[in-house]
Nanobody, 120 residues
Framework: QVQPVESGGGLVQPGGSLRLSCAAS????????MGWYRQAPGKQRELVAT???????VYADSVKGRFTISRDNAKNTVYLQMNSLKFEDTAVYYC??????????????WGQGTLVTVSS
């Protein structure tokens, strides 16, 4: 199974914006709800946004109203537009099949992630 490839992270000031992209294999992308996860230093990996094949979306309370997830089914790509970034958004961001709670641990293939650092 080909691992997802995340990109678009970087250093941004509080209040700034970034757009993350994730290219996934067709086998991962085609029939699954996709999600963006993040993992901050010393913290558990958490699912912050999900999107169905028909672009139905769900967001964690911590990012609701600031982040927007979208997908391009023709390109097997999922995006995360992040606005009004806060210090606490600093983390490595990953995309994968959406799994709630600790079920993400069942996913065997992960990309390298992309680092988002919010700092003044």
């Amino acid at each position: 199974q080909v691992q997802p490839v995340e990109s678009g992270g970087g250093l941004v000031q509080p209040g700034g914006s970034l757009r993350l992209s994730c290219a996934a294999s067709g086998s991962i992308f085609s029939n699954n709800v996709m999600g963006w996860y993040r993992q901050a230093p010393g913290k558990q990996r958490e699912l912050v946004a999900t999107i169905t094949k028909d672009s139905g979306t769900v967001y964690a309370d911590s990012v609701k109203g600031r982040f927007t997830i979208s997908r391009d089914n023709a390109k097997n790509t999922v995006y995360l537009q992040m606005n009004s970034l806060k210090f606490e958004d600093t983390a490595v961001y990953y995309c994968n099949v959406a799994k709630y709670g600790s079920s993400w641990r069942s996913l065997e293939v992960w990309g390298q992630g992309t680092l988002v650092t919010v700092s003044s």
